[in-house]
């Protein structure tokens, strides 16, 4: 018997690491990295989550509190709910608006123009200036805002006729349009790649055919492009989640140096909201997967 019939699970491993063993060498540098610096961190603040910290002048005391403070941030705190809610609302309006305003800019910069990669690296810009401190200071001066909201009483006109559960998350949407502006470069560039993979020839056979531009669209260019629809969707979501404005994060970090919280309660914060943002993007990834296979089941 040869050595292959001897072992299967050798054959197994030998033929999972010819299929898959270049991507494996490609996240290695991203393992070794997350391993040396990320890891630790990650476990302490799990650990963290279940203890009463508090700093003495010998330095840090743990009290073992197990799921106190996950109770207490869901029925004892008065505004991280509050906040986190407020924020799930806000980014259940924000989110469409940036991949639908990405999808149509992509359609648009697709097109053959004078000029088209200038056009690209323009809307590509803002995405390398407005990061970290140069976001900070242009917020901080009013960059963000937009003035003819309040100007034409487009504010006022809004809480007449919504309601107010409504009035304020749309109101805040508005009033961050600059920064959707600024946060859809990368996804309008996902976007042109993903126009890419679609041949012209199937575009030139259905015009032969009689086929509209919108025809065309809605049969072709939303089909082929539906798995970047759901990469920009992830990746918006996260990019959300984790931009300088979040007043979730920035409630987490101000608990981080109260004397009746600590790291502790900051780190449990952290933790339920990390959790919640994990399960969006799990229902996510379930659909675009459950989707995926229906539309091969129809080929």
Not at 160 to 165: A, D, I
Not at 239 to 264: C, H, R
Request: proline fraction near 5%; charged fraction near 15%; avoid cysteine.
């Amino acid at each position: 018997m040869t050595m292959h019939a001897r072992h299967p699970r050798f054959v197994r491993w030998a033929s999972r690491w010819k299929q898959y063993g270049v991507g494996y060498l490609f996240m290695l540098p991203w393992v070794i990295g997350f391993s040396v610096f990320m890891a630790f961190p990650i476990g302490w603040s799990l650990y963290l989550s279940f203890n009463k910290t508090k700093l003495t002048g010998d330095g840090f005391a743990y009290t073992w509190v197990g799921l106190e403070n996950f109770r207490n941030a869901l029925f004892k705190d008065n505004v991280y709910p509050v906040k986190l809610l407020a924020f799930f609302q806000q980014m259940i309006l924000m989110v469409p608006i940036i991949i639908i305003f990405s999808l149509l800019v992509a359609i648009l910069l697709n097109q053959n123009f004078p000029g088209r990669f200038l056009y690209r690296a323009i809307f590509f810009l803002p995405v390398v200036f407005s990061t970290g401190q140069v976001l900070t200071e242009l917020f901080q001066q009013g960059a963000g805002q937009l003035p003819f909201i309040s100007q034409y009483g487009i504010d006022v006109l809004i809480r007449e006729h919504v309601s107010k559960s409504l009035a304020d998350p749309l109101l805040s949407v508005l009033g961050l349009m600059i920064l959707i502006l600024w946060s859809s470069g990368v996804q309008i560039l996902i976007f042109i790649a993903g126009f890419q993979t679609i041949p012209r020839t199937v575009y030139e056979a259905v015009r032969i055919d009689g086929a509209s531009p919108w025809e065309s669209f809605w049969k072709i260019t939303l089909p082929g492009i539906f798995p970047f629809i759901g990469l920009n969707l992830l990746y918006t979501m996260v990019d959300l989640f984790t931009f300088a404005f979040n007043p979730v994060m920035d409630e987490i970090k101000k608990n981080m140096f109260k004397v009746d919280t600590g790291y502790g309660y900051a780190s449990a914060l952290a933790w339920f909201y990390f959790l919640i943002v994990m399960v969006l993007i799990a229902l996510i990834l379930l659909f675009l997967g459950r989707t995926s296979s229906g539309r091969r089941g129809l080929r």
